[in-house]
């Protein structure tokens, strides 16, 4: 209810005494207080209509009428309603003259209306508004609700919620960042800047956890207004969120399975690498996209918003954080892969992530996971994984007796290091991860060219296999990462 609704109500004639603008008119009226005081303002709310009949005002200097009208707009009130008849025939004019230079709305309120006239028809009006506003609340949910069973993405019920506000909205997760938002071309500030996000309306988002996602509009109008019609659909919001997780969390002993089972190649075979997918819930026949992303110290804040992509970007999601990553396995891609993997590798940049293309059989997407588990380590942005690594095919042969091999063959390196305090192994591992270069493994190394390359001489001595092939500097580095000393 407005203020300028009170003149279209003709059984309270209603008479407007100041030369109120259209949009000083317009404001809410929130409730009436009917008072008598001098000083009613410690006992008033924000825009309430108050209705007053002059009794204990026999004062006539302009004054004390202006201090009385300047406190009301402290509050601030809506309107002052004046009854005449009960201390003064006619309205005082020093009211009128202090109410047009503060520009509070005057009501002159003829002695046959009831001041309690006025209360019961704005009771009943802002009830029936109340009730209204419900009502559309619940229909939006509704609406919402049908959204989600129909298998909508969250950006879907933004969209739903924006048409019935006409405001932007925007979810954050727990650590402020942004998980989705309506219309897209809004800005919305993260982080810590987020507090200072101005005129933004939050409201926690019912989700049964200790640090929930977050529901926020910009605001122009009405908080209340706003609160009521979100109360119903944030629980619809709420659970679509939370979908994610309750998949997510009913598929984490078994992701973690069929991960232990992925990375132990002297362990497990294929078959009950193949036994473990299949308790997944996933398809056999089906392609599966991977994704690997480190979720450490500040990237745990990308959580949830990595999450919801990949539940709108996949029918078929299984998710599981385990040792401070989000590994995910999905199938079936709403669009064309390339347009799914665009979106999802732009969607964080300083997030390390990898996202890999779908393996067409089990033994593929094995060896898929573990390049991916080692590739994640170097990267420090999101990036496509190739089909085939170094690391993987590492871990691979490690099961089939490389390992064993590999020992033995560092092992007289290992030994000479032991017994004559030289740092043999340590040289060649640096050598090798500086890709053969001499001069940067002795800038790592503080030692003279010439002390690098006797050292090389000695491990080509101890070893028995030449450094200046490229078979032989593979045989090593293969070697290396077999025993863990190069870790995968």
């Not at 949910?141 to 909508?152: I, K, N, W």
Request: with cysteine.
């Amino acid at each position: 209810m407005r203020v300028a609704d009170l003149l279209t109500e003709p059984s309270l004639q209603l008479r407007l005494e100041t030369p109120s603008g259209t949009d000083r008119l317009s404001w809410e009226v929130s409730r009436c207080a009917p008072t008598e005081h001098l000083d009613p303002t410690p006992f008033l709310d924000t825009n309430v209509l108050l209705l007053t009949s002059g009794i204990g005002m026999n004062f006539t200097e302009q004054s004390i009428w202006d201090a009385y009208v300047e406190r009301l707009t402290r509050v601030p009130v809506a309107a002052l309603a004046f009854a005449v008849g009960a201390a003064y025939d006619t309205l005082p004019k020093g009211l009128v003259s202090a109410c047009t230079r503060y520009d509070v709305p005057l009501f002159e309120v003829p002695t046959t209306v009831p001041l309690l006239k006025i209360g019961q028809h704005v009771d009943s009006v802002l009830q029936a508004e109340r009730i209204e506003l419900i009502d559309r609340g619940w229909s939006l949910a509704d609406e919402c609700a049908r959204l989600a069973s129909q298998g909508a993405e969250i950006t879907t019920l933004l969209a739903a919620i924006y048409a019935a506000l006409e405001l932007p909205i925007a979810v954050y997760d727990a650590f402020d960042a942004l998980i989705a938002q309506y219309p897209e071309a809004v800005t919305w500030r993260t982080g810590a800047g987020r507090a200072s996000q101005p005129d933004a309306l939050t409201v926690s988002l019912p989700m049964g956890l200790r640090n929930p996602c977050q529901l926020a509009v910009q605001r122009y109008g009405s908080t209340a207004e706003i609160e009521s019609l979100l109360a119903p659909v944030t629980s619809i919001l709420a659970l679509q969120l939370n979908r994610s997780v309750v998949v997510d969390a009913s598929s984490q002993r078994d992701m973690l399975r069929f991960v232990n089972r992925c990375v132990g190649w002297s362990e497990f075979t294929r078959s009950d690498v193949a036994d473990a997918f299949q308790e997944l819930g996933l398809s056999r026949r089906a392609e599966t996209a991977l994704l690997v992303a480190d979720m450490t110290g500040e990237h745990s804040a990308a959580a949830w918003q990595v999450r919801v992509a990949l539940h709108n970007a996949f029918h078929d999601v299984r998710v599981a954080e385990l040792d401070e990553h989000m590994i995910a396995l999905a199938q079936f891609p709403r669009d064309d892969f390339s347009t799914v993997a665009g979106r999802i590798l732009q969607m964080e940049p300083a997030v390390p992530l990898v996202l890999r293309q779908p393996s067409r059989t089990v033994d593929e997407l094995r060896i898929a996971l573990v390049h991916a588990l080692d590739l994640v380590r170097h990267i420090d942005k999101p990036c496509s994984a190739p089909i085939l690594g170094l690391s993987a095919v590492v871990a691979a042969a490690a099961g089939r007796g490389a390992r064993e091999s590999a020992e033995r063959f560092l092992a007289p390196l290992i030994l000479h290091d032991e017994q004559r305090a030289t740092e043999l192994l340590p040289t060649l591992r640096t050598w090798l991860r500086n890709d053969a270069h001499l001069a940067r493994t002795c800038e790592e190394l503080y030692i003279h060219r010439n002390s690098l390359s006797y050292r090389l001489r000695r491990i080509e001595d101890i070893i028995g296999i030449s450094l200046d092939t490229l078979d032989g500097r593979a045989t090593c580095l293969m070697a290396l990462r077999l025993v863990d000393l190069e870790p995968y």
